[in-house]
């Protein structure tokens, strides 16, 4: 009994010390005060580009750990072509942190909402999300089918995938499945708890951490600009926010949400050497959503593939928008 009563004042002071940190997260983290407003009061940094008249608007999400500047050079091209709009996810670069504990992809997907309800309230608009940020696009898909087909004519889905994590680069329908997912959920759970001595190590800035990023989410021989802004991302962003997102990550899944997809142009884009979210689980993904999907599959990318690749990205998205105002047969769609 004295054992378990142990354990119960040590989670309870792991609990209070979590919370102290997510609350002073936000003291520092207030956001953009002239940004988009989400729901819960969070203001997010949202930058527009592009001429007001435009055929279409064209929204950059980013994924875990990122920040909207990694759509620089996606960001320059498109904007001959479509008014573009990117934003800072929240807790990440510029917008603000609410203190909360724990961030899921439905509430990322409710901010997406956000950004699209504020800026482009009016015409057809094209919704590209990396990693984390497809997952927001996924969760928007869920909770908002109608704005799909009606307001948003097209989607991209680069270096992410609608199955749980624990999932990726496996058969989504295995007898071992609830096993995998807890698993990995478990250990989410245990990074979260354990954010705040962690975040006083500073890990991330660290050598062997970051050759352990590197390795991660590059394949060989990534450009340095690419690393440099990746490694500049994930040391700006506070060790609570990224635990705070994890369990939510852990437990995704977005399967369901395909469905309202299935009746646009999608783009599918992944790197053959993305070891995050491998090829395999696009083109799952690609099957799941239909003969309206399109897969890219790019050789000897890793998970990074809109900095590391980014010409193929970007002439793959211009495909999409030419797609997005057509029929695949080449007619005009209203």
Partial sequence: MTAVRAGAVALAGALAV???TARRTARTHPG????VRTDDGVRLHVEVAGSPAAPVTVVLAHGFAARSTMWDPQWAALQEHARVVRFDQRGHGRSGWPGRLRATPERLGRDLAAVVDRVAPAGPVVLVGHSMGGMALLALAGRRPDLFGDRVVGVTLLSTLAAPLALAGRDD???RTPVRVGAVSAAAAALWLASPPVHLLHPFRTGPVQRLLRHRLFAADPPEQAVREMTGAWTATPTAVMSAHLPGLAGYDGRAAVDALRTLPVLVLAGTDDTTVPATAAERLTRRLGPRARLVL?????HMVPLTHAEVVTAALLDLLARSRTGDD????S
Wanted: aromatic share 6%.
């Fill in 18 to 20: 979590r919370a102290w």
């Fill in 32 to 35: 953009d005060p002239t940004g």
């Fill in 173 to 175: 329908a295995g007898s």
């Fill in 298 to 302: 790019v050789p000897g990318a890793g």
């Fill in 330 to 333: 080449g007619r005009r769609v």
